[in-house]
């Protein structure tokens, strides 16, 4: 993910200082607050965050599903939880076979007729929104943030500052929720070294020109670096690492 890209130098010191304030949130009052601050970047209006063990809430009605509504339209959270509507939601789906940034509206495309979590988001005022988060390998359990506009949202700044910043707010989301310590992960000195560039938004190829190596080795390093931290994305990775004081900003 290169931000210098895409980003002014105002968005990412607002990323960095998001992503580091997310480190250390404790507590609910925290995480919301957390979430409106990230409303002031990117200007959505309604903002809800989820957990639940895959493939469990697909099977067991009496499987927990935790839910934060920020600033949901009022009734929508009851309504989508009493009627399992995630059962049937495409975001969640394809997101679950991505694990990128989901568009709204782009899923939405591939229905005639809008799926019954769609339909009453735009019942309700929400006409467009991105889904985001993180998957936990180990125990299959999947952490997400919805965020929701009133209107279209076309903005691309607004897909690579959620593709950094949202693994951030979902992993806080998740400590809360499991009351998670720090961990002793192993890693190598190498791969800390991987880390620490892609903390600083270097891609794979910049990477092994540092590094003065391949590019294939530099996603062996990736892929061993996520298999150990149970991550699916860079970002988490990077989350986690921090968190855990595995690298420092």
């Not at 980003?7 to 480190?23: C, E, H, P």
């Not at 399992?84 to 694990?99: G, K, P």
């Not at 591939?110 to 889904?131: I, K, Q, R």
């Amino acid at each position: 993910m290169d931000l210098k890209s895409f980003l002014g130098v105002d968005d990412l010191v607002a990323l960095l200082t998001l992503s580091q304030r997310s480190l250390s949130c404790h507590d609910i009052g925290g995480l919301k607050q957390l979430v409106a601050n990230l409303g002031e970047l990117i200007g959505f209006e309604y903002a809800a965050l989820a957990q639940a063990k895959i493939p469990d809430a697909f099977i067991d009605p009496q499987a927990t599903i935790h839910s934060l509504d920020v600033s949901y339209p009022a009734g929508y959270m009851d309504l989508y939880m009493k009627n399992r509507l995630y059962l049937t939601d495409a975001t969640i789906c394809t997101f679950l076979s991505n694990l990128a940034p989901v568009h709204w509206r782009r899923v939405d495309q591939h229905f005639e007729n809008p799926y019954p979590a769609a339909a009453l988001s735009l019942d309700l005022g929400m006409v467009d929104g991105w889904t985001h988060g993180i998957l936990d390998t180990a125990t299959m359990t999947c952490t997400e943030m919805a965020l929701g506009w009133p209107n279209e949202e076309k903005d691309p700044r607004t897909e690579t500052m959620l593709a950094y910043i949202a693994p951030f707010i979902t992993q806080a989301y998740r400590r809360l929720l499991n009351g998670q310590g720090r961990e002793a992960f192993l890693l190598t000195a190498r791969e800390k070294e991987v880390l620490n560039w892609l903390k600083e938004g270097k891609n794979s190829w910049e990477i092994s020109m540092i590094l003065h190596c391949s590019r294939r080795v530099v996603d062996f390093h990736v892929a061993n670096i996520k298999k150990k931290l149970n991550c699916t994305s860079r970002s988490q990775a990077i989350a986690t690492a921090l968190y855990h004081g595995l690298i420092q900003f």
